[in-house]
């Protein structure tokens, strides 16, 4: 099994849509979660980490849920540069990525 | 405040050739990490050093990768030989410093993206 499982999508969506990627995770001991960005050909880079009682940063919402150890990210208003690949990660004994959620923000 | 560096950014060589890749970290940042990422997959984690000691090598292919941070800073990954399947995204990311279960945020350079044919 996984350590960290997404939906890979594609998910194809209008601007100003809302959507929303869903994470498992499989170690319940994990304690630091994240979400990054990885544009085509680039590096991942830091979204947003994803606390317990959940957090927003602007457009983005980032929760976490223990008991059924997934995490997940909302994106509002989706704009064109929102599109990208995004990866979760949950740590164990190490950082765990996920495959990846491809998002595709369409005029 | 400089990145994460990395060494070359492209490189093409032929299956049984040895290839070295160098990355240097953000100052002051005490982990050190190696991934390997293969199209359409996530980042896998090959080594992580903490300062100059490995903290995880436990899936790197170690018959043919082996990875170095001597001084604590810079680091070197190479593979020898190579083969076709070794084809992929090399990152590297430090961070300043790694817990039991829990990590500070990673930064990653931009990679080493290698073709082996």
């Known amino acids: 099994r996984k350590e960290v499982e997404q939906d890979p999508g594609p998910f194809n969506v209008p601007e100003g849509a809302t959507v929303a990627f869903n994470c498992t995770y499989s170690?319940?001991?994990?304690?630091?979660f994240f979400w990054y960005r990885q544009d085509c050909r680039k590096e991942p880079k830091l979204l947003m980490s994803v606390y317990s009682s959940g957090n927003e940063d602007g457009r983005f919402t980032a929760q976490l849920n223990r008991a059924s150890q997934y995490i997940s990210l909302l994106i509002r208003d989706s704009k064109l540069s929102d599109s990208a690949t995004y990866l979760c990660v949950a740590t164990g004994n190490q950082f765990y990525f996920g495959t990846g959620t491809s998002l595709t923000v369409i005029p | 405040e400089a990145g994460v560096a990395q060494s070359p950014r492209y490189k093409i060589i032929e299956k049984r050739q040895s290839v070295a890749f160098w990355c240097n970290p953000i100052s002051g940042h005490a982990t050190l990490y190696w991934y390997q990422q293969i199209l359409g997959q996530g980042p896998k984690l090959l080594i992580q050093?903490?300062?100059?000691?490995?903290?995880?090598d436990s899936q790197l292919p170690k018959d043919r990768f082996s990875a170095e941070r001597l001084k604590g800073v810079d680091s070197t990954l190479k593979i020898q030989p190579a083969k076709l399947e070794d084809s992929a995204v090399y990152l590297c990311?430090?961070?300043?410093?790694?817990?039991?279960?829990?990590?500070?945020?990673?930064?990653f350079g931009p990679g080493t993206r290698l073709t082996v044919l």
């Open positions: 050093f903490q300062n100059n000691g490995v903290v995880d």
């Open positions: 170690n319940s001991a994990s304690q630091s």
């Open positions: 990311a430090s961070s300043l410093n790694s817990g039991a279960l829990s990590y500070n945020e990673q930064f």
